[in-house]
Antibody, heavy 118, light 107 residues
Framework: EVQLLESGGGLVQPGGSLRLSCAASGFTFGSYAMTWVRQAPGKGLDWVSVISASAGTTYYADSVKGRFTISRDNSKNTLYLQMNSLRAEDTAVYYC???????????WGQGTLVTVSA | EIVMTQSPATLSVSPGERATLSCRASQSVSSNLAWLQQKPGQAPRLLIYGASTRATGIPARFSGSGSGTEFTLTISSLQSEDFAVYYCQQYNDWPRTFGQGTKVEIK
């Protein structure tokens, strides 16, 4: 059974940093691209970033480019999202998801809430 | 970026009835289109990928059609567990984009 467990969310002040983690199990992590998607409270889904299986390719939404960095450790079956220079508009539930690049996302984690507020 | 537009915003349907949801892309996404279901307080779940292929474990009452810029999700006979928000997503171009969602509510 595919499981994706996000952690690292919380309350942070504007301009601060946070690192999210996503622990994966139930599939061969190192064989799949991985994606981060976020959802602001009461709003729709907003794609953030994707990383290839080998970590050789990454893409970012313009809204986070230069501030967020996606990475992965295939030896630990873990995906990361380093978020710097956080803004109020980054407040959202952040979902880790399996897949993308050459196929659709097929599994989603339960999400972790990031709140950016003074 | 490709803009995904879903209609209607809200669909009121009685249990057992058919529901038809639409998704339009501002430019062609070929068949690289997914449909997702999200219930309150839950993560999204993949229903359809490749515009028309049901994901693992998805009941046959869900079907997808279309290609290019016009797509449809049909729920043939709504069950109580199907009342939710549905999103389309294109994965043909960067950045990936989602529609704004269609809420399917009980009539």
């Amino acid at each position: 059974e595919v499981q994706l467990l996000e952690s690292g969310g919380g309350l942070v002040q504007p301009g601060g940093s946070l690192r999210l983690s996503c622990a994966a199990s139930g599939f061969t992590f190192g064989s799949y691209a991985m994606t981060w998607v976020r959802q602001a409270p009461g709003k729709g889904l907003d794609w953030v970033s994707v990383i290839s299986a080998s970590a050789g390719t990454t893409y970012y939404a313009d809204s986070v480019k230069g501030r967020f960095t996606i990475s992965r450790d295939n030896s630990k079956n873990t995906l990361y999202l380093q978020m710097n220079s956080l803004r109020a508009e980054d407040t959202a539930v952040y979902y880790c998801a399996k897949g993308d690049l050459y196929s659709s996302i097929d599994y989603w984690g339960q999400g972790t809430l990031v709140t950016v507020s003074a | 970026e490709i803009v995904m537009t879903q209609s209607p915003a809200t669909l009121s349907v009685s249990p057992g009835e058919r529901a038809t949801l639409s998704c339009r892309a501002s430019q062609s996404v070929s068949s690289n289109l997914a449909w997702l279901q999200q219930k309150p307080g839950q993560a999204p779940r993949l229903l359809i990928y490749g515009a028309s292929t049901r994901a693992t474990g998805i009941p046959a009452r869900f079907s997808g059609s279309g290609s290019g810029t016009e797509f449809t999700l049909t729920i043939s006979s709504l069950q109580s567990e199907d009342f939710a928000v549905y999103y389309c997503q294109q994965y043909n171009d960067w950045p990936r984009t989602f529609g704004q969602g269609t809420k399917v509510e009980i009539k």
